[in-house]
């Protein structure tokens, strides 16, 4: 039960970061999430409403024609109320990998804290 309501979520996921669509991104990320990448030195922290400005102000790779990749590698159970996950994922020209830390609130996973990196050109 708990692992197919965390891979609906993730699916809800993959689907915002190909199309953009800011009423699903509202459901899948928590409004407090913030998230976090450290490359080639730099080290990026977003906080939710940061990132969701990015998110709909950019074209949707979905829109540009980009091939999909969405691969749930792990997901970490850890009480009725928190999991952790690692997904890989194709974004534009890009293979992204994050790790998700998701909360159950008022009935639904949201993600709280993302990690991503990216791993190279698709």
Do not use: C
């Not at 949707?60 to 159970?77: H, Y």
């Amino acid at each position: 039960m708990i692992l197919n309501e965390i891979q609906s979520m993730l699916k809800d996921y993959f689907d915002v970061l190909q199309t953009q669509d800011l009423d699903k991104f509202d459901q899948v990320f928590h409004p407090g999430s913030v998230l976090y990448s450290a490359q080639d030195g730099a080290v990026t922290v977003r906080p939710f409403k940061e990132y969701r400005s990015i998110v709909q102000g950019r074209e949707a790779p979905q829109a540009g024609g980009f091939p999909r990749l969405d691969e749930i590698l792990m997901v970490d159970i850890m009480s009725p109320e928190m999991a952790m996950v690692k997904v890989r994922l194709r974004l534009f020209d890009n293979i992204m990998a994050d790790y998700l830390n998701l909360l159950k609130v008022d009935g639904r996973w949201t993600i709280v804290a993302k990690l991503f990196h990216r791993i190279g050109a698709a």
